[in-house]
């Protein structure tokens, strides 16, 4: 399953959040942040930092998406996951070290919570269909029942000794789209930190973000992060969400859809049909506070998939875990560590009751 949803967008201007700054508090940042951008992983990465003298730390940082896109993409033949893919059934491939750590926690994923239907060796399915590019279509019944024999996490062996990732099940293809952006954001972040780094964001594609430290306007004050009206494909927002120094992942159904008939499919694929996950979510923000290697973009999509009554009631029992749910009915369903959080800005959305939904 790829994300590339461009859920959240920042509802404060940088040039306002540092207007706010505050200098009682003895944090000696910069007047203008520095930004620095590039594109890859099929998405925008941007970093944006308030710490001075941190040019070259960022510079570094901008470099790992780019390693990571060239390591782990199935959209161009020569990658290390590529080369894992053709070698299906035939042998096993010695990947980097990153690479075989992210395919590991892909694939904990995949065993704990195999009833969701979350399962990194979804490749030819999503291939199939490929939603977002020249060549999507709705595949036909027939050419579905063919792939989806070869979607099983079990097909999925490791080799810790020799970083050596074998698919035993010949057909069978890795699709890390699910969990590659925020894992490599959570490495971003660990580089950024290590150089000095306070305060900043690093912005994978809007869906997968990570706020350091507080809000530069001042200590103990966080980050407003907008949460993006899922039926509005021109980017306006329907509720704000506070955030410091934790992992904000978004999984929705409209950035990237296929029209049939005038019916839309979602990218957003269940490996146990081969078709899109069907139900009540239109949007699902996780807000996550202390360690999550893949930045909550696993557990983002796994919540996805189960719909709004069951991921909620499973956030609930999470600690240092919360969820915004925007149903298909524009109600919003907000768990209790949130609920102060999170500020509604359009009347086209109510905040709904969990105990209304069956």
Known sequence: MKKFALILTFVSSLSFLVACSSTANNRDLLTTPLTKDVSTMGTFI?????????????????????????????????????????NAGIKPVQVDKGVYQLIKDGLAYSEQYPESGYDITVG??????DIGFPDEKKPTQVEIDQVLPTINYKYVQMDDATHSVYLTHKGTKLDL???VKGYVAMLMVDDLKKAGVTTGIVNLGSSSIYVIGDSPRSSNSAWRIGIKNPNDPTGAQMGVLQAANQHVNTSGI??????????????????????PFDNDIASITLLISG???????????????????EAYEMVEKMKNTDVVIVDKDNKVYLTSGVKNKFELTSSDFKIGNINDLK
């Open 46 to 86: 941007q970093v944006t930092v308030y710490d001075k003298n941190k040019e070259n730390a960022v510079k570094e940082a901008l470099k790992i998406p780019v390693q990571y896109n060239s390591w782990t993409t199935v959209n161009s033949n020569g990658s290390q996951v590529d080369q894992i893919n053709q």
């Open 124 to 129: 030819r399915l999503s291939k199939l269909w």
């Open 177 to 179: 789209g699910s969990i």
């Open 254 to 275: 409209y950035e990237r859809y296929l029209t049939v008939d005038g019916v839309k499919y979602s990218h957003e694929l269940n490996p146990k049909t081969g078709y």
């Open 291 to 309: 360690e999550d290697p893949t930045n909550g973009d696993g557990l983002s999509t796994v919540l996805f998939s189960m719909g709004t009554k």
